[in-house]
């Protein structure tokens, strides 16, 4: 079984996160300042020994890969930060491709997404739009791309790269923009390229655009919370149902993420909300397939506090024995029901969102264990 972890690249200092959030910003900026906000909350969250790394030290992404395939964990997707051919936070990614002693299967994530102060609650502030152009630009694209796929280490289905794009619902030209990646790919001498989405199946107006995907992810514990939730139908379903129409058109048109405004509004009343984790993890594990393609996932932990405060939301109920029994019946389930050898975690070290794999100073290697463990029951080892 191939579990591949999102692995997020925000642990080193760019001018744009200075200007932004002030300078000497990362991603443990929000993980340091987090305060517990009820009994039994473990914040902040610490990692072991204190390694507060930084990723533009290539010992940290060598040590990373190092620890993650003796545990089975199989490779990393990295976030990627695109914006009509700006970058930012690429720097990790790009020593990865330079230094092969960074010995880890990958796959690349394109978030899509722009870019807002959602952090702060101010989700009408964006920081950087994003705009999709055309043949052109998705040429600068997917040349960018190019040297990552042709890379021995790029996981690819019968040759063909496997690129992830996270939100290709707000995009009004993705089947185009797929159809000629596939034909640049092939003239890059690549059977094809595959493609699938992160999240987007409860998003798209219409299946066609679905089905132009060779694969579609179950982000979990997304797709979870919409499964425990939806069996609300009527009044209030047919209400987010048009409010996400409504944001998918003015994301695509103005950069302006109308369904993370409204939800931030929300947890402004609401506050702070608690899901159960087992019950989270006992819909995951009881799921059927969105599509006959559908590549099942999974998910370590929860509590995005760190970031949002009391307009978190945070699984309560977790730990590393949970963990591994719900992981041991999650590869039965991919195996038996999606005919999958791929799964996709969430997550490898998005820290300040409590999604990490890496050791900290409550569970130490618990997690990473708990794969392992999982893993071996199943004889499910990944061979590299």
């Given at each position: 079984m191939k579990i591949i972890a999102y692995y997020l690249p925000q642990f080193h200092n760019i001018p744009e996160n200075n200007e932004w959030w002030g300078e000497g910003f990362t991603e443990w900026v929000n993980v340091k300042k987090a305060t517990p906000l009820y009994d039994g909350h473990v914040q902040p969250r610490v990692p072991l020994d204190n390694n507060y790394y930084d990723l533009l030290d290539d010992d940290v992404k060598i040590w990373q890969a190092k620890i993650a395939k003796e545990h089975g964990v199989y490779g990393f997707c990295y976030y990627h930060y695109w914006f009509d051919g700006k970058m930012l936070l690429e720097k990790p990614m790009e020593q990865m491709l330079a230094n092969k002693k960074i010995d880890i299967p990958f796959c690349v994530c394109w978030a899509n997404e722009p870019w807002t102060k959602a952090w702060t609650g101010e989700d009408k502030k964006v920081l950087i739009n994003q705009y999709y152009g055309g043949k052109k630009e998705w040429k600068e694209h997917f040349d960018y791309m190019l040297p990552f796929f042709k890379d021995e280490r790029y996981i690819k289905v019968d040759g063909k790269p496997l690129f992830v794009i996270y939100r290709p619902s707000i995009m009004n030209c993705v089947v185009e923009m797929m159809e000629y990646w596939r034909e640049l790919a092939i003239e890059s001498g690549f059977p094809g390229l595959d493609f699938a989405y992160q999240t987007g199946d409860l998003d798209f107006e219409n299946r066609s655009e679905a089905d132009a995907f060779e694969y579609d992810i179950e982000f979990q514990p997304g797709y979870a919370r919409h499964e425990m939730f939806s069996s609300k139908k009527g009044f209030l379903s047919t209400l987010k149902y048009i409010r996400r129409r409504v944001s998918n058109i003015v994301q695509a048109k103005f950069g302006v993420d109308l369904l993370r405004v409204g939800t931030s509004s929300l947890r402004k009343i609401t506050g702070t909300q608690f899901i159960s984790y087992d019950k989270a993890w006992q819909t995951i594990i009881n799921m059927k397939p969105v599509r006959k393609n559908s590549i099942p996932g999974a998910f370590v932990r929860w509590d995005n506090t760190p970031r949002h405060g009391k307009?978190?939301?945070?699984?309560?109920?977790?730990?590393?024995?949970?963990?591994?029994?719900?992981?041991?019946?999650?590869?039965?389930?991919?195996?038996?029901?999606?005919?999958q050898d791929m799964m996709f975690m969430y997550a490898w070290n998005e820290w300040a969102e409590g999604?990490?794999?890496?050791?900290?100073?409550?569970?130490?290697?618990?997690?990473?264990?708990?794969?392992?463990?999982?893993?071996k029951e199943n004889n499910e080892f990944p061979e590299y």
């Open positions: 307009r978190g939301f945070v699984y309560v109920g977790e730990n590393p024995e949970k963990f591994k029994k719900y992981l041991s019946a999650q590869i039965k389930h991919a195996k038996r029901d999606y005919k999604g990490y794999l890496e050791p900290d100073e409550e569970h130490g290697y618990g997690y990473l264990k708990a794969i392992r463990d999982a893993l």
